[in-house]
């Protein structure tokens, strides 16, 4: 599920029709509607998946940081406005 996020952000992020309609629905799906995931939880879930980039990436770096951060949080603050 990991992968298959990540690689919608790329998608999304790199301005791809089929990415970006995919993000609207996964903002639907998840808005208080639908799976009711709280605005809270996915800066929790961003700490979670830094942290295990962190881990697993031996070239992780906080210019990587940065860049994952900056890109997932554009997605964040997008799910969480449809909430």
């Known amino acids: 599920m990991l992968i298959k996020s990540l690689k919608l952000v790329a998608a999304a ?3 791809v029709p089929a990415g970006l ?3 609207k629905a996964r903002s639907e799906s998840h808005d208080r509607k639908h ?3 709280k605005p809270h939880l ?3 879930w961003l700490s ?3 942290a295990s980039a962190r881990i697993h ?3 992780w770096d906080a210019r990587t940081e940065d860049a994952w951060k900056t890109i ?3 997605v964040i603050n997008r799910m ?4």
């Open 57 to 59: 990436d031996k070239s």
């Open 21 to 23: 309609a995919e993000i």
């Open 13 to 15: 992020t790199a301005g």
């Open 48 to 50: 979670s998946v830094i």
């Open 80 to 83: 969480k406005k449809a909430y």
């Open 72 to 74: 997932l949080g554009h």
């Open 35 to 37: 799976l009711d995931i």
């Open 42 to 44: 996915y800066g929790l």
